[in-house]
């Protein structure tokens, strides 16, 4: 049967009898979803998912970078393997699915082309934009001649009407395109204008139809459907709607939304929801579905691909960037002039400067902040249910470090917010006594999954009584050394620092301890301290006495480490001895040495800073030792 017979069958079953039609789900999660992670699928990912889409039995597969054959070589974005390799890995994980990639002329090569026929192509989707479309047909030959199979898709379809896409699509199908799509470049569509644009192409030719839609206004399924409706039997989807810009109509609701129209697809619904949760899924945890700028887009037809030209325009003069892409949009949806970029730029009227705002994910507490200290036990539930409200707000996860203070003193009680960013909103409560700290482990303990007890606090309470070990179970409890924690904090600095100024001279301002200042030695080649010195210093370390003694500074001063706050006269004397390249970095923030050393390079750690990134180890070992408990080894 030939396929301009089947596409005809296929077109008067949907429209005599909708329970009865069979379409075609085009996957491209591997080609399409590779805008969202930077064209960063590798061999093996391709191998994996290629395989899971072929065994639950998509029977079109897109693979490759997501602006198509030859884009890695052509400087579009860098591929983790080729695109033959990929073709290959995706062919041999699912032997009986078609597999595909994308080919825009201009960009990849006749000679590309060829060399991916040669790695087991079998169908190929040449897209161009749609009033220019024509200039793909020599493509679209050699393809044929290649024996492909080949989709012409018109990109930004919406740059020609409805009437000259049904010509230019009959055009396209005499020059040998198998199926011809519809596609919705920047998300722009209602379901009328796809009616308008397949009902088109449906008058003027009988080749099979497809349509390929993005969610900037959350039109994508609708405008999928009624593609389909209106005869087109290629739908272009991805798990999640991974893709470029605000995604792409979702794999799982597609199927969902065509198994309850009685649309056959040949997928099970469960199973592809299953492979979109579990391969998918932990990547769409990392990821916002839309911004702001996709609405932009969505609503003004301005693909994405022109947006860095724009938001540097926006920037060099001023101006909103999401109102310069409506005008842009508006102006040409096909192409960027960028004479009358700046023209446009320059009519707009200019940001005004911008407020301080909090945001509904703020961390807020009456008395608690990032710079305050809190003094009761009410300030600890404040702080704790802030934390809770925040965590909620923001997919994150509420830790309470628990530090006993330098002495016991029966009624101390300090609470403080250490860390409220990414994945972790992390408070402090710093306790004089163990009846304190039961109080609070009693009024925390329902509404916290994971306490730090640092065991750089005071000595006396290093070691919890039994009955407070109860109260949370070991489980709950990781033991810390925030000290610790700090001086790799710190370390790390300082060897950045050193890969700078490593060659110069290093001062410290302060007394600093013997395993902090091996650390300098070992990394400056001169380390001059203007402070107590431990015993044995290192041979490259020289104590001095006062900012007169400059006979270890022959080779200038690459780097400054204030352990304290100088004073005033020795804050002149240390700018004086710094070069302009030379960088300060202070255990602290000092604001009356920053304002007499002002323009100077300084580095301000806080250790609080510490604590960013430790989450997901210290869940780690939580759950490592929850397995343990749960699992016991025995050995002989």
């Known amino acids: 049967m030939s396929d301009c017979l089947k596409s005809q069958i296929e077109h008067r079953a949907i429209l005599c009898n909708p329970s009865r039609a069979r379409i075609e789900i085009l996957e491209c999660t591997l080609r399409d979803g590779s805008y969202a992670v930077d064209f960063k699928f590798t061999e093996n990912d391709t191998a994996v998912l290629a395989g899971v889409l072929g065994r639950l039995g998509f029977r079109w597969i897109e693979v490759g970078h997501g602006l198509g054959l030859g884009a890695a070589a052509s400087g579009k974005g860098a591929m ?371 306490f730090l007890n640092d065991k750089d606090g005071g000595a006396w309470g290093i070691e919890w009584p039994t009955h407070l070990k109860e109260i949370l179970g070991d489980e709950r409890v990781l033991p810390v050394r925030s000290k610790r924690m700090f001086a790799g904090y710190l370390e790390d600095t300082l060897l950045s620092a050193a890969q700078r100024r490593g060659q110069f001279c290093m001062i410290i301002c302060g007394s600093p301890e013997r395993d902090l200042l091996k650390v300098c030695c070992d990394l400056f080649a001169s380390v001059v301290v203007h402070g107590e010195v431990p015993p044995s210093v290192p041979q490259n370390c020289w104590p001095m006495e006062d900012f007169s003694d400059r006979m270890h500074f022959d080779l200038g001063i690459g780097v400054a480490l204030l352990l304290c706050p100088p004073s005033s006269t020795d804050a002149r004397s240390i700018d004086q001895l710094l070069s302009t390249e030379s960088i300060v970095i202070t255990l602290g923030h000092f604001p009356r040495f920053e304002m007499e050393i002002a323009g100077r390079n300084v580095v301000c750690l806080d250790p609080n800073q510490a604590y960013r990134g430790q989450l997901d180890r210290w869940v780690a070992i939580s759950n490592l030792m929850k397995s343990a408990k749960a699992s016991p080894v025995f050995t002989q």
């Open 80 to 450: 983790p393997a080729s695109d033959e390799n990929m073709i290959e890995a995706a062919k041999r994980a699912a032997p009986h699915a078609q597999i595909g990639c994308f080919f825009i002329p201009g960009i990849g090569t006749a000679d590309q082309l060829k060399s991916a026929h040669a790695a087991g192509l079998d169908f190929i989707r040449i897209g161009y934009n749609a009033p220019e479309i024509e200039d793909a047909f020599p493509y679209l030959t050699l393809a044929k001649e290649l024996g492909l199979k080949v989709c012409l898709n018109f990109m930004k379809t919406y740059g020609v009407s409805p009437q000259v896409f049904g010509e230019k699509a009959s055009a396209g199908a005499n020059a040998g395109a198998d199926i011809i799509y519809c596609v919705d470049s920047s998300g722009s569509m209602f379901p009328e204008n796809v009616r308008e644009y397949i009902s088109a192409a449906r008058d003027h030719c009988e080749c099979r139809l497809g349509f390929h839609g993005h969610s900037n206004l959350q039109f994508a399924v609708a405008n999928s459907v009624d593609a389909v409706r209106c005869g087109a039997t290629f739908i272009d989807t991805t798990l999640y709607g991974l893709g470029r810009s605000a995604g792409n109509v979702p794999t799982e609701i597609a199927v969902a939304v065509f198994d309850k129209l009685e649309i056959e697809t040949g997928l099970d619904l469960f199973d592809v929801m299953d492979a979109a949760e579990e391969f998918v899924g932990p990547l769409m945890s990392q990821m916002q579905l839309y911004d702001m700028m996709s609405v932009a887009m969505g609503c003004s037809q301005f693909h994405s691909s022109f947006l860095p030209k724009v938001v540097a325009a926006a920037g060099k003069h001023g101006v909103d960037p999401r109102k310069l892409v409506v005008a842009m949009g508006h102006l040409d949806p096909v192409h960027l002039d960028e004479n009358n970029l700046t023209r446009v730029a320059r009519s707009l009227p200019r940001l005004k400067a911008e407020s301080t705002r909090n945001t509904l994910t703020s961390f807020s507490a009456p008395g608690i902040s990032g710079n305050s200290i809190s003094t009761s036990l009410s300030s600890v539930k404040s702080l704790v249910d802030a934390m809770v409200v925040t965590c909620a707000k923001r997919r994150a996860r509420p830790v309470l470090e628990l530090v006993a203070s330098e002495s016991p003193c029966d009624d101390m009680v300090l609470a403080d917010l250490v860390l409220a960013e990414g994945p972790v909103v992390l408070g402090r409560v710093i306790y004089g006594s163990f009846d304190v700290l039961e109080q609070v482990l009693k009024m925390t303990g329902n509404h916290v999954p994971l």
